[in-house]
């Protein structure tokens, strides 16, 4: 149900600039961008999870809707179409908490959610977006393909995300999408965060029965739980007391473990260093656009790359050996550029360099202005 | 609330012979026995699963309540206590349907179940069927000890499960329990079922990636959950549609591959045999008390004891490679042999020689008789 639409709104319509919407969402929170045209950040928010397979479309929708109405735009009610709310005052961001409405019509809207890669929710959840932003062109990808876009704005290169989850891709210029795992953390997740640390609550319970090696991982995990033995740590595991949340944030530990001279965190690093590095390959054994390329740039993303520098080497070693033309390069801060320059690039059709531009500076944590200076992108992943 | 007593009952209540009661119970189903002290079967009932941990304390109150009616005893409503009903006709059984009401008082209950071994679910579950069976005296173990106990009857021996799950364990003389394994299907269980099943999905994707080699497990696959594609089993998998039960069932097309010529599955095959063997060499070194023995009998138990003489031949050369001391001997057809072991044990103390002899041929599919012949109930395991 719209709002009647007031005579002097309606009016001046055609005089106000069109707006475009950005959105990235995941397990624990979605942050929206409101931009112009040109790329200009105007208004931003945040709200919780809009992980479509996890938290499921209506919970997204809301997570999105919240989202926008902190960025500064407004609805009439729960479940009602999201509008530009009068006219901003010049030099309004839109800060999160909701003050500073935004003008213009909100001509493309591009969402990059996790599980968007699944029917039928992915078309359930374009219905909701559609209807909350009428009129405007919608386009809903998985996160994936905004992390992607974030570090490469279109150029060629492929992800490495190594989180909770851990997942290859890349994008050619026909639309073809090239992935390795990302099979959850049942079948896959291999060199994940979780993966390295349940690895390593395996460790230490093959060393309580005398199937493996006695390990400092041990200490290490009583010392993280609060637990006197770590098989205590098996119930609330199963019962999920202890979640993939809990369990990926001991990679950070076991790390320190292998720095500090444990060999049963070292091998499990090491695997887990490996199965990323086989991930890549995969991908670049599969993706035949990517094959002219002398050196493929990787954009890094996820928490594991921030596990200092004695990850990131056995990262770049493994790389090396399974994947010599990989070039470990860029990591993804802020995987919402990605879903803003969809939304640019439906807006335009071809991205205009200065709008290029200017995202590589919001990637930098800038408000839009002007780029920094060449190779300043190029992050360190490690 | 008992029912008032009847004086005809109650003046001949010491005349009558006691009873003792024996349950096994699982995640799918709950047995129950009822036998006289000389161990003679009188009636025996089914019901549901009584794990305490996925099924809970009541759930499982109540699968040992209608156990125990279908086998011959009788309570007055639910949560009330079960008593025998009356005297039996001479060679009653009490079979599976209610038929036979059992008589005298039931001296000893010997419940071995899933989850027992933690608390405070097995502390809950002994005061209920304390309720259940007011004036008996009350023994709870866990599923494995029962199963143990299943096999050895008392005697010198080590329990190798491998079903859905798995586990190594071996009980000394005064009671230790030394256990390998058993750590549940997100941290442990390797080369059970399950462990089998998910390796040869975790395999099939990562062939669908490129991550590893081709393998006719994909096709296995395909045939067995009836899709077009691998990757489509990834969501009903974590979505538990396709459950533990169910990934545990393909360790037999996984055999079948391997039997054909698929170097994957036969390799995943290997690896499970050798983790097999880990857990009997882990408990055999640990258990002071089988030091003494010269060989040392496994007892088998688990559906991946029937998967056929390739996989036997697998096993048994992992256990010659990894612990030469274990003879692979019997199979455990009937854990619920376990409890009335236990049962009968806390009422004499010692088991008389001909009550054991009674066990072994209730083991063998018997009534209670004669033992079979000497070394008969040594099954081939596989």
Redesign the interface.
Known sequence: MRRPEVGGREAGREARRPLVVAVDGGGSRTRLWVLDPEGRLLGRGEAGSSNL?AAGVEVAARAVTEAAERAGLRSAGPGESLEPAGPASPGTTGARGGTGWLDGPVAVVALALAGAD?EPEAGRMRARVEGLFPGSSVELVHDGVGALLAGTLGGPGLLLLAGTGSLALALGPEGQEV???G??????DEGSGYWIG?EA??AA?RAH???GPATGLTTVLREAAGLEDV?A???P??RGERDRGWIARLARPVVEAADAGDTVAARILDDAAGELA??V??VL??AAFLAPLETVPVVAAGGLFRLGPSWGRRVAGALAREAPRARLAERVQDPVVGAAYLALRRFHGELPEEVIERLHTLRQGGQGGRRAPAGGGLLQPV
Chains 1, 2 share one sequence.
């Open positions: 397979t699944r992935r390795a795992g099979w959850g953390y049942l079948l896959g349940r609550i395996r319970l029965d005398g199937r098989t740590l098996v119930g595991v199963h086989l991930l390959r995969a054994e599969r």
